[in-house]
């Protein structure tokens, strides 16, 4: 059984940059895709960043393009998010999610992509 729990997540300052954490057991994180997603109040949930198994391939929204980076480590077996440059429209519940299969690109970021996710690291970016 995979397991997801996140860490990082806090108060920020606009402009401001955080690290999230996504640490998996049960089953390593190259065998899987995995991605973040957010909530806001009152929003659904909605994609951040992807990253597909065994490979580097990576999927980002838009919004997050050029001040969020994905990765992931093996030997910790464990998942990123770097967010640099936080807008208050950033605040959110941030979830790690890890899918089984080997999806394309295309379907990075749909949430049925995904098996298995964490309990969420909520996010605060005001002044």
């Known amino acids: 059984q995979v397991q997801l729990v996140e860490s990082g997540g806090g108060w920020v300052q606009p402009g401001g940059s955080l690290r999230l954490s996504c640490a998996a057991s049960?089953?390593?994180?190259?065998?899987?895709?995995m991605a973040w997603f957010r909530q806001a109040p009152g929003k659904e949930r909605e994609f951040v960043a992807a990253i597909k198994r065994s490979s580097s391939g990576t999927s980002y929204r838009d919004s997050a393009k050029g001040r969020f980076t994905v990765s992931r480590d093996s030997g910790k077996n464990a998942l990123y998010l770097r967010m640099n440059n936080l807008e208050p429209e950033d605040t959110a519940v941030y979830y790690c999610?890890?899918?089984?299969?080997?999806?394309?690109?295309?379907?990075?970021?749909?949430?049925?992509?995904?098996?298995?996710w964490g309990q969420g690291t909520q996010v605060t970016v005001s002044s």
């Open positions: 999610a890890a899918g089984l299969d080997n999806p394309i690109t295309s379907s990075l970021p749909r949430a049925s992509t995904y098996d298995h």
């Open positions: 049960g089953r390593a994180v190259s065998t899987m895709a």
